[in-house]
């Protein structure tokens, strides 16, 4: 007897050998399995096995011999599914939102706050014009129209080193102040130029079909101008231009103000729309070009040459001036156009597949600079920001 109960010992004991390396050899494979080395890698943040666990035959399923099968499949099972869904929850962790901080409201007029991912799809930034938020913020963004010559509103304190400063501005360089201070002051650009860091034209057309029919038009040729200033280059060419066409004539200038409202109505009545720049320069090309296209009229554009116009837009959807040598040449061509319905017809044939529409100034500004800042982390500061944009 005695010599079967040592027999029976030892075999117990085997067993019990057998069955903690058969769990030493499960949790190896885990181990093998889940942990990732990383450059970073820290022994003390690395998530625990949950408690409880299930280990199923594939944890060790390659370390398998003929004789530990019913060792795998008696004491080491583990529930995969469990332990993947929690390293995931413990290893997860939302990025912080990218601060954009309002420093000076563009001519003062105040935009929701909260409104880029309803309007632009740019999601986990968060503009705010709390200036307690200086320090922290990622990007701070200022209007050049609002920035005093001395810089006395701009922050005295230092700048993080990895914040950005954002240069906003829609006006020309001829109705822009220059100031000799700002260069090597901010580090991003946002404005209608197509070579800003964030560019954001006066409008777009993108890819889509126009709805609506063409509205029925009363008048041939309209204008729109308060700003009259007799050296501009639009104010010779409209004087020469009525010599030869009937021009129907609004706003300011001419004693004849119009509402928001009564703008839609009139524009859209017109065959011929005068999109002509107050100044002339590259990629000025403004809001005087996109609603025309919007409202289902024809532009007629003064400004910077063709090819920059048609970096925007189909080349068949304006008239440029420069198409003729004169006045005289252009009123022939409206005229000839006002006659045959079908070459009139084809400016219009671009909303077949594109649809036009406006930038929203300001918001879009600050939406895209908090995009462009959580997109782009590197450092860089615009040194000749005046030779760059006043040339």
Same mark, same amino acid.
């Given at each position: 007897?005695? +010599?079967?109960?040592?027999?029976?010992?030892?075999?117990?004991?085997?067993?019990?050998?057998?069955?903690?390396?058969?769990?030493?050899?499960?949790?190896?494979?885990?181990?093998?399995?889940?942990?990732?080395?990383?450059?970073?890698?820290?022994?003390?943040?690395?998530?625990?096995?949950?408690?409880?666990?299930?280990?199923?035959?594939?944890?060790?399923?390659?370390?398998?011999?003929?004789?530990?099968?019913?060792?795998?499949?008696?004491?080491?099972?583990?529930?995969?599914?469990?332990?993947?869904?929690?390293?995931?929850?413990?290893?997860?962790?939302?990025? +912080?939102?990218?601060?954009?901080?309002?420093?000076?409201?563009?001519?003062?007029?105040?935009?929701?706050?909260?409104?880029?991912?309803?309007?632009?799809?740019?999601?986990?930034?968060?503009?705010?014009?709390?200036?307690?938020?200086?320090?922290?913020?990622?990007?701070?963004?200022?209007?050049?129209?609002?920035?005093?010559?001395?810089?006395?509103?701009?922050?005295?304190?230092?700048?993080?080193?990895?914040?950005?400063?954002?240069?906003?501005?829609?006006?020309?360089?001829?109705?822009?102040?220059?100031?000799?201070?700002?260069?090597?002051?901010?580090?991003?650009?946002?404005?209608?130029?197509?070579?800003?860091?964030?560019?954001?034209?006066?409008?777009?057309?993108?890819?889509?079909?126009?709805?609506?029919?063409?509205?029925?038009?009363?008048?041939?040729?309209?204008?729109?101008?308060?700003?009259?200033?007799?050296?501009?280059?639009?104010?010779?060419?409209?004087?020469?231009?009525?010599?030869? =066409?009937?021009?129907?004539?609004?706003?300011?200038?001419?004693?004849?103000?119009?509402?928001?409202?009564?703008?839609?109505?009139?524009?859209?009545?017109?065959?011929?729309?005068?999109?002509?720049?107050?100044?002339?320069?590259?990629?000025?090309?403004?809001?005087?070009?996109?609603?025309?296209?919007?409202?289902?009229?024809? +532009?007629?554009?003064?400004?910077?040459?063709?090819?920059?116009?048609?970096?925007?837009?189909?080349?068949?959807?304006?008239?440029?001036?420069?198409?003729?040598?004169?006045?005289?040449?252009?009123?022939?061509?409206?005229?000839?156009?006002?006659?045959?319905?079908?070459?009139?017809?084809?400016?219009?044939?671009?909303?077949?597949?594109?649809?036009?529409?406006?930038?929203?100034?300001?918001?879009?500004?600050?939406?895209?600079?908090?995009?462009? =800042?959580?997109?782009?982390?590197?450092?860089?500061?615009?040194?000749?920001?005046?030779?760059?944009?006043?040339?």
């Amino acid at each position: 007897m005695e +010599p079967q109960n040592s027999s029976s010992s030892s075999h117990r004991a085997l067993q019990n050998l057998l069955a903690a390396l058969a769990l030493l050899t499960c949790f190896s494979a885990i181990f093998y399995v889940y942990y990732k080395p990383t450059e970073t890698a820290n022994w003390q943040k690395c998530p625990a096995i949950p408690q409880h666990a299930v280990c199923r035959d594939i944890c060790i399923s390659a370390l398998q011999k003929p004789n530990q099968i019913h060792i795998i499949n008696n004491t080491c099972t583990v529930n995969l599914t469990s332990i993947s869904s929690h390293f995931t929850q413990t290893s997860t962790a939302k990025t +912080p939102d990218t601060v954009i901080l309002i420093w000076t409201w563009p001519f003062g007029a105040k935009f929701d706050l909260d409104s880029c991912s309803s309007m632009f799809d740019i999601h986990d930034c968060h503009l705010t014009d709390n200036r307690s938020y200086f320090e922290k913020a990622d990007g701070v963004f200022f209007h050049h129209r609002d920035i005093y010559e001395d810089l006395s509103n701009v922050p005295n304190q230092p700048r993080p080193r990895l914040q950005k400063w954002v240069w906003m501005n829609m006006e020309s360089p001829s109705n822009s102040p220059r100031y000799p201070s700002l260069n090597d002051l901010f580090n991003l650009t946002s404005s209608y130029r197509l070579d800003s860091d964030i560019s954001v034209p006066y409008g777009r057309l993108i890819r889509g079909k126009t709805n609506g029919i063409i509205p029925k038009k009363t008048k041939l040729v309209c204008w729109i101008v308060s700003n009259w200033n007799s050296a501009y280059k639009r104010s010779q060419y409209y004087e020469e231009l009525k010599e030869h =066409i009937t021009i129907d004539v609004y706003g300011n200038a001419f004693h004849k103000r119009i509402s928001s409202e009564d703008y839609t109505s009139v524009v859209s009545s017109c065959r011929f729309y005068l999109s002509f720049e107050n100044s002339i320069h590259k990629d000025y090309i403004t809001e005087k070009l996109f609603n025309p296209l919007i409202l289902g009229t024809v +532009p007629v554009v003064l400004g910077p040459p063709r090819r920059n116009y048609e970096e925007l837009i189909p080349a068949g959807a304006f008239i440029h001036i420069e198409d003729f040598s004169t006045p005289e040449g252009l009123a022939q061509h409206l005229k000839l156009l006002e006659k045959n319905e079908d070459l009139y017809m084809q400016y219009f044939s671009w909303r077949e597949d594109l649809v036009a529409s406006e930038s929203r100034f300001g918001l879009e500004h600050a939406c895209r600079a908090c995009d462009h =800042i959580r997109r782009n982390q590197n450092y860089r500061v615009v040194n000749e920001l005046n030779g760059w944009y006043w040339g």
